[in-house]
């Protein structure tokens, strides 16, 4: 039995939404690359919220992403989960050659 827990990090929820709120760039389950950070950690799409980023002014959809395994901050650090702000979001596809799945990026813009 694994004792990894799954926690996520703190985002702030605002106190009141927008009358109408944008439709989300991304869906659950997709897997999502970071492209603003250089170990270009990425994971699949668990969750997502409306909110205000707790470290940075970023207001908007923030996806939490279940880390890959080979993921640098899952793998080197033991982070299971992080929040994606969706405008620093790159959408990964997988790719079948010979039998075997690998991730790839697309400039695939979602709307």
Known sequence: MSTEQLI????????????QLP??????????KFGKVPSGDFGRVV???FAASATVQATGYHYLLLLDAKSYSRKE???LCDW????DALLMTQRFANGQSTQQ???????
């Open 8 to 19: 996520a990090p703190e985002v702030s929820l605002l106190p009141s939404l927008p009358a």
């Open 23 to 32: 439709l989300p760039k991304f869906q659950l389950d997709q897997t999502l």
């Open 105 to 111: 990026e697309t400039g695939l813009q979602q709307r």
């Open 84 to 87: 994606l702000f969706e405008e």
């Open 47 to 49: 969750g997502y919220v």
């Open 77 to 79: 650090l033991g982070i």
